[in-house]
């Protein structure tokens, strides 16, 4: 899949350098080492709750990705987080299963960008 637009939005990382000038407190390699547990956190929590077809543990789940992945620039998988957040808060699931698989797949896009920007595994 070709994209015309990087995955991270460079103002959104430029924003976070700024937050810590001359990089010593490593702000930007902290804040994506804590997104990137976050994320192997919440994705088996969110494959369960999918799995239970359980509406609400969805919803907790892409809430927090659609923030943590605002912070960090990862615009393509909030706004998923956000379609979805919003058809199970209108209670209106059909067409949830396809954009649950694109915050699957979005969301090893986004690992994948993150691993030449940070230090060691967590």
């Known amino acids: 899949m070709t994209r015309t637009n990087p995955v991270l939005d460079e103002q959104a990382l430029e924003r976070l350098r700024e937050l810590d000038p001359g990089d010593r407190n490593r702000l930007l390699e902290r804040v994506l080492r804590a997104f990137e547990v976050s994320v192997l956190r919440l994705s088996p929590q969110l494959a369960e709750a999918r799995q239970r077809d359980d509406m609400q543990g969805i919803r907790h789940v892409v809430h927090t990705l659609k923030s943590s992945s605002a ?29 649950l698989d694109d915050v699957d797949r979005e969301l090893a896009v986004v690992l994948q960008a993150l691993q030449p920007m940070r230090g060691t595994p967590p």
Do not use: D, N, T, W
């Open 71 to 99: 912070s960090i620039g990862a615009l393509r998988l909030s706004r998923l987080c956000a379609e979805i957040e919003a058809a199970v808060r209108q209670e209106v699931p059909v067409g949830l299963s396809p954009l």
